[in-house]
C-alpha cells in the first residue's frame, strides 16, 4: 500500500532554513510527480508546489517562490522541499502528496510541523 | 489566483440526514481536454486529507456510495446521502487545472 512519511519538521528562527523529507513506498516513485501541501495551525489546506517525476518541471506558489525548492532523488524513493528565509506566516504542518497522474493528489503522508518562531 | 468559494463554512446534521456542500470557482476547471478537474478532499480530526471525488464525480476506492459529487462550470456540490458519525471533519473542494492549484476554505461537518 502506498505510504508516504514526512520528516524533518521542527522549529526555526525567523530567517532560518529547514529541509523537509517524504520518503516513498508502495508504489513506482519514479513514475508520479509529487506535491507539497500545507496547513497552519487551525486553518485550511494550501498548495505550495509540485514537481514532476523527472524533475524537469517544478511549480511553486507564488509566496514560496525564490525561498524554497523541491527535488527528488528516484533512486531513494525521496521527495525533498528546501526552505530557506523561513518567515513565521510559513508555519504549518506540511503534507507530501502524491500525484494521481490525472492531474490531482491521491494519497497523503501524516506531515511535519514547522514552526517559524523566534 | 482561482478562488475556490464553500458554502456554507459549518454544517450541523442529525445523523442519517442529508448534506450538501456546494463549492464555487472563480475560473472554470474545465481542460482543453473535456476533463473537470474538481476534486473533494475529507479531513477528519486529527488526521491527514483524503481524497473522495476527483474530475466533479468520480469517487476513489473504498469510499463510502452515500457521498457524490456533481456540477459543471463553476458550480459543484458534494452530497452525503445519510450522515454518518465518520463523516464529522472538515471538507475541502480544490481545482487542479490552474496553477496554483487552490482549495476552498472548507466546510467543517459535525453532528448536532
Known amino acids: 500500500q502506498v505510504q508516504l512519511v514526512e520528516s524533518g519538521g521542527g522549529e526555526v528562527q525567523p530567517g532560518g532554513s529547514l529541509r523537509l523529507s517524504c520518503a516513498a513506498s508502495g508504489f513506482s516513485f519514479g513514475v508520479y510527480p509529487m506535491h507539497w501541501v500545507r496547513q497552519a495551525p487551525g486553518k485550511g489546506l494550501e498548495w505550495v508546489a509540485r514537481l514532476s517525476h523527472d524533475a524537469t518541471s517544478v511549480q511553486y506558489l507564488d509566496s514560496v517562490r525564490g525561498r524554497f525548492t523541491v527535488s527528488r532523488d528516484n533512486s531513494k524513493n525521496t521527495f525533498y522541499l528546501q526552505m530557506k528565509s523561513l518567515r513565521p506566516d510559513d508555519t504549518a504542518v506540511y503534507y507530501c502528496?502524491?500525484?494521481?497522474?490525472?492531474?490531482?493528489?491521491?494519497?497523503w503522508g501524516q506531515g511535519t510541523l514547522v514552526t517559524v518562531s523566534s | 489566483d482561482v478562488v475556490m468559494t464553500q458554502s456554507p463554512l459549518s454544517l450541523p446534521v442529525t445523523l442519517g440526514q442529508p448534506a450538501s456542500i456546494s463549492c464555487r470557482s472563480s475560473?472554470?476547471?474545465?481542460?482543453?481536454?473535456?476533463?473537470?478537474?474538481l476534486n473533494w478532499f475529507q479531513q477528519r480530526p486529527g488526521q491527514s486529507p483524503r481524497r473522495l471525488i476527483y474530475?466533479?464525480?468520480r469517487r476513489d476506492s473504498g469510499v463510502p456510495d452515500r457521498f457524490s459529487g456533481s456540477g459543471s462550470g463553476t458550480d459543484f456540490t458534494l452530497k452525503i446521502s445519510r450522515v454518518e458519525a465518520e463523516d464529522v471533519g472538515v471538507y475541502y473542494c480544490?481545482?487542479?487545472?490552474?496553477?496554483?492549484?487552490?482549495f476552498g476554505q472548507g466546510t467543517r461537518v459535525e453532528i448536532k
Open positions: 502528496a502524491k500525484d494521481s497522474i490525472n492531474w490531482s493528489v491521491d494519497f
Open positions: 480544490m481545482q487542479s487545472l490552474h496553477w496554483p492549484w487552490t
Open positions: 474530475e466533479v464525480s
Open positions: 475560473q472554470s476547471p474545465v481542460s482543453t481536454d473535456g476533463n473537470t478537474y
